[in-house]
């Protein structure tokens, strides 16, 4: 029992490493500032195979495995996380749920052009009244003929404004179940269907070359064959997506705590106070120890987690203590570098400035801390 | 079209790299080893000509055992097979004798072109790719920044330091790339997952007929009879600006020559 990687497994690794390094490091600090979504590096990424990474190849995958996902998104957000929240977005919540409850003609239609980066899509979850107790949705969905009427908003969705963004796939009220409770399915709205409107991008704090919308639909109507797996089972499908998606925010999140110790140990090397360089005063050292201490801990946390998703094992708290741990633990590194990195780690021309401003949403999105917490203490039987 | 691209591991540039202090080679054994960068160019072009004219693409390196590493790199990129030259004999090999061999390889081969990059980053002698057209009887087109393929002729810009020269020759050629030929792939999944099953053939000298005295240290032309560690840099010079700074920036600058 260990947690070595494969040989193609290191191999992809580096492969992605490389490409992070070449391609993304010197040219996302601009984007970033210009909160501009960075088409060149997604298009260089579709070439690379990184939006099919998890899918069969008979829709244009890689045919790789969720956890192959989680090692090229935890090398991508080691050097920035607005890159890779655009890559975990476009495959576990705008390629899989389409791949796992499509019909075989909406995989057809949809997955080759998502699976090769040249389109993308987005999922509409979170709505401005609701984000956490997703029972709430308000957003409605009416079948009057042979199509469904949308009428509500989604806030916060990843990927839905791009040029390339070719659906979004929303959760809606599609009636009232026996026990009283709502009934929520899945829909497809391809991107342009008239009376789905695009707002304008949020001015957000991090994550600032991600693509982030309130989506509103008044009277949208798209075919009834666009219901998205089993009426009413809606919110059932969107667990799992969850579930697994928390697995990749862990992986995002060990990226950037780690890409928090690459650049504290280059900068203690280099930085000199009082004659020496700074990585000589133990302050220095202990801090970025503990900091490599969190990261390869939190690692670890997710590396069991993906092993079990991958192996068919159930995984819910894994995956929930992973996601609480490296989302808290890339919080804790990101003060800590910029702290390492004194005056230059509140600039934005420094990477851990923009560490710092990323780290704050992994403790939100795909579920809260305290939503993790639930989990944990419920599967605990509390 | 059959196209052979040469691919050399070296200790990567971007690290330290030394000599052995026992007989003067790279020290390959403390380096993290790498594609010859320029290699990786000429196997984006073979990639490329595949796509565009159908045909194979096959890797050839000489190397030690470890070289293989290298090679499973750059079958991950796309090429169809290589071939391995390793053999304990041929450590030391000048660029006379590892020309001979990679000749004799590319003679089992018969490429119709023999694709490599312009130089290694380790010896950066630049002379391997006219040692093996001559050798082969084949025209050399080195120091390509583009490489076109019509039919058999063979086009291409030859990079100068002024500009650039047009030549052309029939194929079989050998044609030397620089980096600014091509953007080279980074390896995806399923290159990678594929190039574990890609055939890798292992050839030793005496495959491929060349006695043991005609290649490595013992059969070099040449030697490296000293090496030394670079100095350490000096402290440089500081001028503080007493209102004639500019003037003494331009005349550091013009005796230095760089004016």
């Excluded at chain 1, 998890?54 to 991508?76: H, I, T």
């Excluded at chain 1, 992973?322 to 702290?339: I, M």
């Excluded at chain 2, 020290?27 to 796509?51: F, T």
């Excluded at chain 2, 020759?169 to 997952?193: C, H, L, Q």
Aim: charged share 25%; net charge negative; glycine share 10%.
């Amino acid at each position: 029992m260990d947690f070595r990687l494969t040989e193609e497994q290191r191999a992809l690794r580096d492969s992605v490493r490389e490409f992070a390094l070449e391609q993304v490091a010197p040219v996302i600090g601009e984007y970033y500032e210009r909160h501009a979504f960075p088409y060149e590096i997604v298009r260089q990424m579709g070439k690379m195979g990184l939006f099919g990474l998890p899918l069969p190849e008979e829709y244009g995958g890689m045919g790789g495995d969720y956890f192959a996902l989680c090692l090229a998104l935890e090398e991508l957000a080691r050097v920035d996380s607005s890159v890779a929240i655009t890559l975990e977005a476009a495959i576990s919540l705008g390629a899989m749920p389409i791949y796992r409850f499509g019909t075989p003609e909406q995989r057809e239609t949809w997955l080759p052009r998502l699976t090769a980066g040249e389109a993308l899509a987005g999922f509409g979850l979170t709505e401005p009244g609701f984000g956490s107790d997703a029972g709430g949705t308000a957003t409605r969905a009416v079948l009057d003929g042979d199509e469904w009427v949308v009428n509500g908003s989604k806030a916060f969705i990843t990927n839905s404004g791009t040029d390339l963004t070719a659906l979004v796939t929303v959760t809606a009220v599609t009636g009232v179940n026996p026990d009283g409770s709502k009934e929520i399915s899945a829909i497809i709205v391809p991107s342009g269907t008239p009376g789905f409107t695009v707002q304008p991008g949020y001015s957000k704090v991090g994550w600032c070359a991600s693509d982030t919308h309130e989506l509103t639909f008044d009277d949208c109507r798209v075919p009834a064959a666009n219901l998205l797996g089993e009426r009413g089972r809606g919110f059932a499908q969107f667990l799992r997506t969850l579930d697994e998606g928390r697995v990749a925010i862990a992986a995002l999140s060990v990226g950037l705590a780690q890409g928090c110790v690459d650049e504290s140990v280059k900068y203690a090397g280099q930085r000199r106070a009082f004659g020496r360089p700074i990585g000589d005063f133990q302050a220095i050292q202990f801090k970025i120890a503990d900091m490599e201490t969190r990261a390869y801990t939190a690692r670890l946390a997710y590396y069991d987690a993906a092993a079990r998703l991958v192996a068919g094992e159930p995984f819910k708290r894994q995956a929930a203590i992973a996601k609480l741990y490296a989302s808290e633990a890339a919080v804790t590194n990101a003060r800590e570098a910029a702290q390492v990195h004194g005056g230059y780690g509140f600039m934005n021309e420094f990477p851990v400035g923009r560490f710092y401003r990323d780290a704050k949403i992994l403790e939100i999105g795909e579920g809260t801390s305290e939503i993790q917490r639930m989990i944990i203490s419920r599967d605990l039987g509390l | 079209m059959n196209i052979v691209v040469l691919v050399k591991q070296v200790p990567d540039s971007g690290a330290e790299r030394n000599l052995r202090s026992d007989d003067s080679t790279v020290d390959r054994g403390s380096a993290s080893n790498v594609i010859n960068e320029m290699d990786e160019y000429a196997i984006e072009e073979a990639l490329r000509i595949r796509e565009a004219h159908g045909g194979e693409v096959t890797v050839l390196s000489m190397g030690p055992a470890g070289a293989a590493e290298s090679i499973r790199k750059a079958l991950s990129m796309g090429p169809d097979g290589a071939v391995h030259v390793v053999d304990d004999a041929l450590h030391g090999s000048c660029a006379v004798a590892t020309s001979k061999v990679l000749a004799a390889a590319l003679r089992t081969l018969s490429p119709d072109l023999v694709l490599c990059g312009a130089e290694s980053t380790d010896g950066r002698v630049q002379v391997v790719p006219h040692m093996l057209a001559e050798r082969l009887g084949v025209a050399a087109l080195t120091g390509a920044r583009k490489l076109t393929v019509d039919g058999g002729t063979l086009t291409v810009e030859r990079q100068t330091e002024e500009g650039y020269e047009v030549v052309t020759a029939p194929a079989p050629a050998v044609v030397s790339v620089w980096d600014t030929i091509n953007e080279p792939r980074y390896p995806s999944f399923k290159g990678i997952m594929a190039a574990k099953k890609k055939p890798l053939r292992t050839l030793a000298l005496a495959d491929l007929g060349i006695p043991a005295d005609e290649v490595g240290l013992a059969g070099a032309t040449s030697a490296v009879v000293e090496h030394s560690q670079r100095p350490p840099r000096s402290g440089g010079q500081k001028i503080t600006d007493g209102g004639d700074g500019g003037v003494r920036l331009v005349e550091f600058l013009a005796a230095e020559k760089f004016v």
